[in-house]
């Protein structure tokens, strides 16, 4: 009688697990050390492969970048719209929304959206307008919750120039928050969006 052979896991499985690995650790290195101050080899050590293998599943350190910023901006735009689809009125949302803004920038191991905010001078200008493309769907519910806010009276002027302002300050805090410091992140946020409310909450 033989024996029945176990099937081999599918190495497209393998090639996808080492692709996030890849993205894993480049947007590590790109937030700690820069894009400029990051190489291959730096990033081929980290993820425990041989010094091109890199290669093999991006042609340039710049496409790694571009996928890194792209990774940042589906996952932070998944839980935007998350956020956009509770059934809450708009000024709780703001709170949600600043905290899951902060997540994103602070929280271990979400290192993608700071390396968009930090490194973007480092992409070509046609990778830039690739990138925007995907910005712009982020921004846009940012710019509906804006909105519905202004129509409920708690924030006059430019709507657009207010999303800017807050989606600045709130992500001007990766240079100034530390993780177990004397403010936890839903504390910012509570008060970041009371402060953005006029004190209207």
Request: hydrophobic share 40%.
């Amino acid at each position: 009688m033989s024996v029945p052979q176990r099937k081999a896991r599918p190495r497209r499985n393998n090639e996808s697990n080492r692709r996030e690995e890849l993205l894993r650790v480049s947007a590590k290195l790109f937030r700690e050390k820069g894009f400029d101050g990051t190489s291959i080899r730096d990033i081929s050590a980290a993820a425990g492969m041989h010094s091109g293998s890199p290669f093999y599943h991006f042609k340039t350190k710049q496409d790694i970048l571009v996928a890194v910023m792209e990774q940042g901006l589906a996952e932070g735009l998944r839980k935007t719209e998350e956020v956009m689809a509770l059934s809450l009125p708009p000024e709780q949302k703001l709170t949600k929304l600043v905290r899951t803004q902060l997540g994103t920038i602070l929280e271990e191991g979400n290192d993608f959206i700071p390396v968009l905010l930090y490194d973007w001078r480092s992409l070509t200008l046609a990778n830039r307008r690739r990138i925007v493309a995907v910005k712009d769907r982020y921004d846009a519910l940012w710019q509906c919750l804006i909105d519905d806010l202004q129509r409920a009276g708690h924030m006059p002027g430019d709507a657009q120039l207010v999303r800017l302002l807050i989606l600045g300050a709130v992500n001007w805090a990766g240079t100034w928050y530390r993780l177990g410091g004397r403010l936890s992140l839903d504390k910012v946020a509570e008060d970041a969006a009371r402060l953005f409310l006029q004190g209207k909450q």
